[in-house]
């Protein structure tokens, strides 16, 4: 029995964080509130700790819980707007936040106990062509394949490069993706050396090379996550690679679709184009064997269940309608 996380928007009926049950046998069980938090819009864990997102009317931040009874351990919070995604490195007990809103960029260590404390930051600044890019928008920010950080940053369409150096963050590297693309997340591609990234506003995943260290960066091709037929308006959201890197996967929130690309030697090669019966695929995620996958859609409040097939990657709905008050996150507990 698998325990599923999902964290999401509470300025409607949600009141934090809820967990379900999952098993092939007996599928998505309707989920339970188990930590009242405000808008945990993204989770991580770390063994027995739960890293949240957290806002109160005036403040935002980060915040940790007890996985086993959701006990508030620690948080840091500052006036304002709170992050947009969470990363953690468990090797090096950090927790890395990108705020979108404010620009900033944020690394917290933790210890055993759950304390959470500042290390390093930084604001990022610059604007690019579309009216959402006004400003810079961080929008992930992560460890790397080369002991680094990386960020993508929506509002200035660039992927950016940090050292780790004590208490500051050294930028070292970056490269420019075409204007108005709006880099949203994106996934490592260690056997091609690529990097894969959704790109919300131009809808598209943009592939760039890399060399063996990681210090030369190369734009690559372009594709399309939505169909030449569709008219409406989307963006591409959460970005996945399978752990054999031979599959991509990436949710649209608009033409509210799961798409799959087959990677081949020269690049990606889309195979498979499913709904996720619902409004709004801001996230989805899958078990430690990525045999299940689970699509939230935010705006239709509800889950949908597919199993994925390994060999051909395509995937295949299980359940559908599971209710989840405005789900932004999904994430299997591990044990």
């Known amino acids: 029995m698998n325990k599923i996380l999902f964290g999401g928007y509470t300025d409607q009926t949600g009141t934090g964080i809820y967990e379900a049950d999952f098993s092939a046998e007996t599928g998505l069980s309707k989920p339970r509130s188990l930590i009242q938090v405000g808008a945990p819009t993204y989770l991580q864990q770390a063994g027995n700790l739960l890293f949240a997102i957290k806002r109160l009317p005036q403040q935002g931040g980060v915040a940790c819980f007890s996985i ?149 960066l190369a734009l690559g091709q372009r594709y399309a996550t939505i169909a030449d037929s569709f008219k409406g308006q989307n963006g591409a959201a959460a970005i996945r690679i399978s752990s054999d890197c031979r599959f991509v996967y990436v949710s649209n929130r608009g033409e509210d679709s799961l798409v799959v690309f087959k990677v081949v030697e020269n690049g990606l090669q889309l195979i498979q184009r499913i709904s996720t019966f619902g409004s709004f695929p801001r996230d989805f995620n899958w078990d430690e064997n990525q045999s299940y996958l689970i699509a939230a859609n935010q705006k239709s409040n509800n889950a949908t269940v597919y199993h994925r097939n390994a060999k051909t990657g395509l995937l295949t709905r299980l359940q559908m309608n599971i209710p989840v008050p405005q789900p932004t996150c999904v994430l299997f507990e591990r044990g």
């Open 68 to 216: 086993f009874d959701g006990q508030l351990l620690s948080e840091q919070l500052h006036p304002g707007a709170s992050p947009a995604y969470l990363q953690v490195n468990e090797k090096h007990h950090q927790l890395l936040a990108a705020n979108y809103h404010t620009g900033r960029l944020s690394v917290y260590n933790y210890n055993s106990a759950g304390k959470l404390q500042l290390q390093a930051e930084t604001i990022r600044t610059g604007h690019s062509i579309r009216p959402e890019q006004h400003s810079a928008h961080p929008h992930f920010f992560s460890t790397t394949p080369f002991n680094n950080l990386v960020c993508c940053d929506l509002g200035t369409d660039s992927l950016a490069f940090y050292d780790l150096r004590g208490q500051q963050l050294i930028p070292t590297n970056s490269i420019q993706l075409p204007a108005g693309s709006g880099p949203r997340h994106l996934v490592f591609d260690q056997i091609h050396q690529r990097i894969y990234i959704a790109c919300e506003l131009a809808s598209c995943v943009q592939a760039v090379n890399y060399n063996s260290l990681g210090t030369k």
